[in-house]
């Protein structure tokens, strides 16, 4: 029996700011972010859309024809939780009509804790078979204004549903982790913005990514040559870029530099126009991997390294199944993506400063989200999520 990835499916903002739009602000060149940074544009959250609303929206394809009750767990990871107790995933499980007996937890370490949450929903599965577990991740990357970071914000949410016997990507047990106690990327409880090392980030990225392939090299009887793809966390694509050039280095692998750009390149297609997505951005790229290429993927090896900030690496690597494409939501993406509305340089600054109130009163919020599920508002420091 193998468990993995049966169905995937995400979800971003409608609006976006295009990366020239802010380069011109700023008086830089726009090609510093489009081949620089490898990013052309960023989605931005509406004011009536959150984690919980952009979870509930990547997730509804997944539980709207058969298999609902069978989903006996559903995790959450995120790093832009809304509550230092209550678990963002309760909110959803309410909105998705998930049953009663499906236990909710949310999860944290960075960029890396959607993959946390599918190496164990692996796990239940393979001990109970017949039940599926849902993992979301769902982020909105926030940097400050006129900082480095500020061109690599984004927002987005994915979704996959775990099981046994899985139509798009079987998972291997076999990982590779490296952790080490660093302080490159955080965000204290009192910040509604992230805090940067940026260049120390990209350094400990790939320190992370040769400690894990290392590792995983110990673990796993595959080499460099047993795989046809890789997807890596997606901070920025250059990123991808630059780690696999030095996967392929560290393991002599002696590719082209056509042939390295082959086996990543339709992974950061989406990504490149809706930014970072923390958690949810590497499976954002798995997703544009197996809806983007021409070529049949079936029993192909991908390998996937997650990067948390902080830090958490972890290397791990899955096959894709034959007929995987009949279990894609392309059309879905695709009409989602093409009908974003581009923003001007002041509606993104409203965007940005758009605050959830903290004062304990009744606020009404805007309609701004197309997606299925929006934030009305918040009373008594409750927010009421609602179907559009
Ligand atoms: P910067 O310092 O403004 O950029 O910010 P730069 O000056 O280094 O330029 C970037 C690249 O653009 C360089 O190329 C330039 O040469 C090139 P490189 O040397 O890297 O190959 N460039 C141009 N190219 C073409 N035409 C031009 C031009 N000008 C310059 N005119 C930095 C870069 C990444 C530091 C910044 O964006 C940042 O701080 N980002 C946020 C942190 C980040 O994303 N880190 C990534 C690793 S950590 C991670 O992935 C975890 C994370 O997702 C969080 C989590 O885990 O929760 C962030």
């Given at each position: 029996m193998s468990v993995g990835i049966d169905e995937i499916s995400f979800y971003t903002s409608n609006y976006f700011l295009d990366l020239k739009t802010l380069a011109q602000v700023q008086g830089t060149d726009p090609d510093k972010y489009y081949t620089g940074i490898g990013q052309e544009k960023m989605g931005m959250a509406a004011p009536d859309e959150d984690v919980v609303t952009m979870a509930a929206n990547a997730a509804l394809p997944l539980v709207e024809g058969e298999g609902r009750d069978q989903v006996r767990t559903l995790m959450f990871a995120t790093e832009t939780g809304i509550d230092q107790s209550k678990a963002a995933g309760i909110y959803v499980h309410r909105l998705l009509g998930l049953n009663d007996n499906c236990r909710v937890v949310e999860m944290k370490q960075a960029c890396y804790s959607a993959t946390a949450a599918l190496q164990m929903a692996c796990a239940l599965v393979a001990r109970k078979p017949d039940s599926k577990v849902l993992v979301i991740a769902s982020d909105i990357a926030r940097y400050d204004l006129?900082?480095?970071?500020?061109?690599t914000q984004g927002c987005g949410a994915v979704a996959m549903m775990i099981s046994a016997n899985p139509r798009l990507v079987s998972i291997d047990p076999e990982v590779g982790n490296y952790t080490e106690d660093v302080m490159d990327f955080w965000r204290p409880n009192y910040r509604s913005t992230a805090l940067v090392d940026g260049k120390y980030s990209t350094k400990i990225y790939l320190k992370a990514l040769k400690k894990a392939w290392d590792h995983f090299r110990e673990v796993s009887p595959?080499?460099?040559?047993?795989?046809s793809h890789f997807c890596y966390h997606l901070p920025f694509s250059r990123m991808a870029q630059k780690a696999h050039q030095q996967l392929v280095r560290h393991t002599k692998a002696g590719l082209s530099a056509e042939e390295q750009e082959r086996q990543i390149n339709k992974t950061l297609m989406y990504n490149r126009t809706i930014g970072n997505s923390y958690t949810a951005s590497m499976y954002i790229g798995l997703t544009s991997l197996l809806e983007n290429t021409d070529a049949d993927l079936s029993g192909k090896r991908i390998g996937f390294f997650s990067y948390g900030s902080g830090c958490v690496g972890e290397f791990f690597s899955g096959t894709v199944v034959p007929g995987y494409r009949d279990a894609l939501h392309l059309q879905r993406h695709r009409d989602m993506l093409a009908a974003r509305q581009e923003i001007s340089h002041d509606e993104y600054l409203q965007l940005y400063r758009n605050q959830i109130p903290d004062d304990g009163g009744e606020h009404r919020f805007d309609e701004g989200t197309t997606g299925h599920f929006r934030l009305a508002g918040i009373s008594h420091h409750k927010r009421e999520y609602v179907p559009r």
């Open positions: 006129d900082t480095p970071g500020e061109a595959l080499d460099f040559s047993d795989f």
